[in-house]
């Protein structure tokens, strides 16, 4: 089946450090993705998507990267902030589904 | 404008027993979601409707699982004779369409419980 992942399940950062958060998919025909951010007992938010015939998209203080030839997308948190604590997960669609991975745990120190 | 909402928040029932977990999506947008988010899981689809039909049923996980959506809107999920592996959170998700591809906007979700 289809399968989005993420390489590290933790990852801390220091307060007004970069942040870069992976994720890599299996489908090579999944031509939109999304990134979520998902803070405790709340549901997922969206953060950024990206379409599979782009290579880069910013929005404010996020970047995402995409590589198609390795399947692979980041996520990259510019100043990492408290408020950026959180679960952070990619999901990439392909046919009428989205596939979701299970998430990045980021913890800012402040 | 209002989000997505989903009642109860949180829902703590005996096995066997049925529950009803309900979702208000987005005014105005005709594709809502179902997904399953288990501890340390990542979010597990479920069923997705179009207005009020169900295209895809293929995540539920067995027929203790039903969902309907009537009039376009508010959706219920059922489950049947809870087991204690139906222990999660039962996220509700909304688009404006299915139709090619939509952001989804995720309510908090219902925290389940079966003990």
């Known amino acids: 089946g289809e399968s989005v992942g993420l390489h590290l399940p933790t990852l801390s950062v220091q307060e007004g450090d970069n942040s870069i958060i992976n994720c890599a998919y299996s489908?090579?025909?999944?031509?939109?993705f999304i990134w979520y951010k998902q803070e405790s007992g709340k549901g997922p938010q969206f953060i950024i998507d990206?379409?599979?015939?782009?290579d880069k998209r910013q929005g404010q203080r996020v970047t995402v990267l995409l590589n198609k030839t390795v399947k692979h997308l980041s996520l990259q948190i510019a100043a990492t902030q408290p408020g950026d604590s959180a679960v952070y997960f990619c999901?990439?669609?392909?046919?009428?589904?989205?596939?979701f991975g299970t998430g990045t745990s980021l913890t800012v120190i402040p | 404008g209002a989000g997505v909402s989903q009642s109860p928040s949180n829902k703590v029932t005996e096995k066997g027993k049925d529950v009803e977990l309900r979702c208000d999506p987005i005014?105005?947008?005709?594709?809502l979601y179902w997904y399953r988010q288990s501890l340390g899981q990542g979010l597990e689809f479920l069923i997705y409707?179009?207005?009020?039909?169900?295209?895809?049923k293929s995540g539920l996980p067995s027929d203790r699982f039903s969902a309907e959506r009537t009039g376009g809107s508010v959706s219920t999920l059922t489950i049947q004779r809870t087991q204690q592996e139906d222990s999660a959170v039962y996220l509700c998700?909304?688009?404006?369409?299915?139709?090619?591809?939509?952001?989804?906007?995720f309510g908090p979700g219902t925290r389940l419980t079966v003990l």
């Open positions: 999901a990439g669609y392909t046919g009428n589904q989205f596939y």
């Open positions: 005014s105005g947008h005709t594709a």
């Open positions: 998700a909304s688009s404006f369409s299915s139709v090619g591809i939509d952001t989804q906007y």
């Open positions: 990206i379409r599979s015939n782009m």
């Open positions: 409707f179009q207005g009020n039909s169900a295209p895809d």
């Open positions: 489908n090579s025909a999944s031509d939109y």
